[in-house]
Every structure is written in C-alpha cells, then in structure tokens.
T-cell receptor, first 113, second 110 residues
C-alpha cells in the first residue's frame, strides 16, 4: 500500500487554465504539506495543515489554494496557471508535534505551456 | 527568516572514495533532518539529529550536528553507485516548518 499518494503524476496544461492536484495519506498522520521543487531541485514549503487547520502559509501567489477536507487528504488548486508554475509538486505528511520525519508522495510534475 | 545553506551543490565522486556535504544555518536549530532523493524520485527521510554535538551512523553514512546547533554534515565512506542522488539537509527552529538546503547532487564514477 502506498503511504502518500498523489494524482495525477503528470500534468501538462496551457497557460491560464485552472488545475488541481490531490494527495492522500494512509499513515494516520495529522500534518500534511505541499512543497514545490523547481528545476534546480530547490524544495520550498508552500502550505501545511494540521488537523485540517492551515498552520503554514508561505509567500505563495493567491492563485494557489489548498484544501483539506479531512486529515488524510490535502488538495492543491491552482488558478490561472503561469509558465513559472512549472515544477514538481510534492505532498508530504508527518505526525504532529515538533518536526518529525516527513513522508513524501511521488510528486506531480506540472508543465505549463 | 531562517535560511539553511548547503555545500557543495554538486559532488562527483570516484567509486570507493569518501565525501562530505555540509549544511549551515543562519539561526540556531532545534533539530536537523537529512533526506535522500534518487533521480526521478521523491525525498526519503534518512535521519534526524536533535542534540548538540550529536553523531549518528547508518552503515557507511555518518551524520553530525554541530555544538552550536547551527551546522551539520553528512559523510559517506567508500561511495557506491547506489549512493547516487541528491542529499538534502532540512532544519527547523521549534515550529512545524522545515527549511531545506539546496541539496548536494552526487554522481559516482565507476
């Protein structure tokens, strides 16, 4: 069983479109994250939810909107996609409390044309 | 804000040789984690260091946390082709947020 899963794995779309990425974890964790990894492999935190509550909201354009319907799911919706949004987006989860080991999903490679 | 710097960005190693990657923070960290990302893969947790001066070993990998809790290192001995990938350090200062270093991408010459 996959611990942290993301869909889709690949996403190719035109500028200006709206798209969503979904993430699910079956580890029973309370905290979930979205990271963006650019072409230079730099990993940057975007959002984090703990028990469905937003706890980290980095400087991210408001075209990006996370949503956590329950503790096991964290989705990312992106409006009006731009070329610079092209990257690999990783979902991760961890137990609550002071930083714990994070389990990453396989990533979603987003390409904006 | 907190920044974690990591060097070198690239490390080309002859199989069998040793190498070290270094991590430095602008602020004191409560803990530091290390992750490995294989080419085309996702980051996988390796270890977490919490105590000042802590040293932990995993087979050929040795992790250290500095006395001032502002720096860390990962030393790999007798590099193998399976060590290929990008190694990230990630530091935290008493909150949920991990700040990742830029990573050291390791290639191995057989």
């Amino acid at each position: 069983d996959t611990a942290v899963s993301q869909t889709p794995k690949y996403l190719v779309t035109q500028m200006g479109n709206d798209k969503s990425i979904k993430c699910e974890q079956n580890l029973g964790h309370d905290t979930m994250y979205w990271y963006k990894q650019d072409s230079k492999k730099f990993l940057k935190i975007m959002f984090s939810y703990n028990n469905k509550e937003l706890i980290i909201n980095e400087t991210v354009p408001n075209r990006f909107s996370p949503k956590s319907p329950d503790k096991a799911h964290l989705n990312l919706h992106i409006n009006s996609l731009e070329l610079g949004d092209s990257a690999v987006y990783f979902c991760a989860s961890s137990q609550s409390g002071s930083p714990r080991e994070q389990f990453f999903g396989p990533g979603t490679r987003l390409t904006v044309l | 804000g907190q920044q974690v710097m990591q060097i070198p960005q690239y490390q080309h190693v002859q199989e069998g040789e040793d190498f070290t990657t270094y991590c430095n923070s602008s602020t004191t960290l409560s803990n530091i984690q290390w992750y490995k990302q294989r080419p085309g893969g996702h980051p996988v947790f390796l270890i977490q260091l919490v105590k000042s001066g802590e040293v932990k070993k995993q087979k050929r990998l040795t992790f250290q946390f500095g006395e001032a809790k502002k720096n860390s290192s990962l030393h790999i001995t007798a590099t193998q082709t399976t060590d290929v990938g990008t190694y990230f350090c990630a530091g935290s200062s008493n909150d949920y947020k991990l700040s990742f270093g830029a990573g050291t991408t390791v290639t191995v010459r057989a």
